[in-house]
């Protein structure tokens, strides 16, 4: 049986776990690096899509995540 304090202590903690927090549409892995040129990576992602046509739905997140991971 959990003491009057510990249900207290229980009841506090989750107030003080916020979770991440990020600006307002920020995106935490951006795939186009500084100095890079954003249409290439454009046509280089349409060209994997055509290459490997990922179906279903979850390939082609999966494919779209691999490309943030190059």
Do not use: H, W
Not at 17 to 41: K, L, M
């Amino acid at each position: 049986m959990d003491t009057p304090a510990q249900i207290d202590a229980n009841r506090a903690n989750p107030r003080k776990s916020t979770g991440p927090r990020f600006a307002e549409g920020a995106d935490a892995a951006p795939i186009v690096i500084p100095g890079e040129n954003p249409s290439g990576c454009d046509a280089f992602a349409a060209n994997n899509q055509r290459a490997y046509r990922p179906e279903p739905p979850s390939e082609a997140f999966r494919a779209t995540g691999m490309m943030r991971n190059l």
